[in-house]
């Protein structure tokens, strides 16, 4: 019978990509979501209702496998006092009911793999190639990754093999990042932004699907791994790229950095700085990446 993998969060742009990987690669997927979802002859989907604390204790019982990928936007509001709290509880605070009900039923599970995201080693723009062994940053998302990957601890204390998958932009169709910015591309206004000098750690969601069913399969991963590609890709590089893609040069200024904080706050941060990552880890564990060259990872997802 084919391992069952549930996905939280399994509704969202990795959610819905992994979903196709993991039945193509022989899985049975179940998802569970805040919204009330009507079963599809190859997912069967689970109710959870975090802030009356309710699961269906079913979803987790039925797993083999669990991915947690759900959790609000992070770039999504101003990061207001309660926009920061709800971004880091609604990763948490899955974790510890998934927790919950694997203590309480004695349940073990193959493995628990969990986003996390490069946001742990801090945002400033360094030359410095962070790897998996450096400490998490001070700053609002360092702060919350960590936790993050704590309450994976938590899972991983029941004997659990527990992943985490440090993840940079993802680069898909229609979706996340390049959903965000490819508009203002598509019509010749797109430009770089801020000093265009921060760097972009990038990965294709394919690559990043892929690593996702390693992880559950490859028994010897455990721990966090970063996932991105280490290249000189910065926000200024991309901006070109994208705009050649569209047929044109980037004609506009840059976008200044204080018209970015005005209008984003504190999450201006996530925008107006970057960091690359060391893929090291995840390639000596075998991986082998499909898209290595930015511009082909671009072009390969407009529409
Ligand atoms: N995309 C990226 O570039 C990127 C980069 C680094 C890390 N990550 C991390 O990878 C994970 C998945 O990313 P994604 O791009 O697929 O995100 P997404 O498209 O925004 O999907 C996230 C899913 O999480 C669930 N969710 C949203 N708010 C929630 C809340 N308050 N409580 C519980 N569930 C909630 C939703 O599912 P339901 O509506 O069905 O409940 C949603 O479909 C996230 O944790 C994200 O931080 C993503």
Redesign the pocket.
């Known amino acids: 019978m084919a391992k069952n993998v549930l996905l ?8 819905k990509h992994l979903t196709e990987a993991l039945i193509a690669g022989g899985f049975s997927v179940s ?1 569970l ?3 009330e979802r009507k079963d599809t002859s190859l997912i069967t989907y689970y109710k959870w209702d ?1 802030k009356n604390n309710f699961i269906d204790e079913q979803a987790v019982l039925n797993a083999d496998y669990i991915i947690h ?6 770039v999504e509001k101003r990061w207001t006092e309660k926009r920061k709290k ?1 971004i880091l509880e ?2 948490v605070k ?1 974790i510890e009911l998934i927790y919950s009900v694997l203590k309480k039923n004695n349940k073990i599970l193959d493995a628990f793999v969990s ?4 946001g742990i080693y801090g945002a400033n723009t360094t030359q410095e190639i962070c790897s998996e062994n450096d400490a998490p940053a001070n700053d609002f998302l360092g702060i919350t990754c960590q936790k993050w990957e704590s309450a994976v601890d938590k899972i991983d204390s029941l004997g659990i093999r527990t992943v985490k998958i440090r ?4 680069i898909g169709k229609d ?3 390049l959903k965000k910015i490819a508009p203002s591309f598509k019509i010749g206004f797109g430009t770089i932004i801020g000093s265009g000098k921060q760097y972009l750690p990038w990965i294709h969601i394919e690559d990043l699907s892929q690593i996702y069913l390693k992880a559950l399969i490859d028994t010897k991963m455990t721990g966090p791994y970063n996932a991105a590609i280490t290249d000189n890709t910065t926000n200024a590089k991309f901006s070109r790229i994208l705009a050649h893609l569209y047929g044109y040069k980037i004609w506009l200024p840059k976008v200044p950095a204080f018209v970015i904080k005005l209008a984003l706050g504190e999450m201006s941060i996530a925008i107006l700085e970057g960091k690359r990552v060391s893929s090291e880890k995840i390639q000596k564990e075998g991986y082998e990446f499909q898209f290595t060259d930015i511009e082909t990872a671009i072009s390969n997802s407009l529409s």
Do not use: C, Q
């Open positions: 939280t969060g399994g509704s969202g742009f990795i959610g998802v979501s805040r919204s975090l990928l759900a959790g609000e936007g992070i709800d609604s990763r899955p986003a996390s995201a490069i993840t940079g932009i993802v979706e996340g990042f």
